[in-house]
């Protein structure tokens, strides 16, 4: 569930990147608009990575 996390708040730090840089957003390109259902649904699941992945700063590690 971690990396998982990991990847998607990665793709969702690179559409900011392309929206910062270029004002493209490429998921609501992809997908018809920032307004449509499967976009809005990508949104989500990228920010409730974003919220897992706030529990890694803290977690104990572990060297294996």
Known sequence: ???LSLV????GAL???LVGLFQFDLVAALFGGQEEVLSRIIYTVVGLAG???ISLLF????NA
């Open 51 to 53: 919220l897992w992945s």
């Open 59 to 62: 977690r104990e590690r572990h």
């Open 1 to 3: 569930m971690d990396r």
């Open 8 to 11: 998607l708040v990665i793709i």
């Open 15 to 17: 559409n900011w990147l």
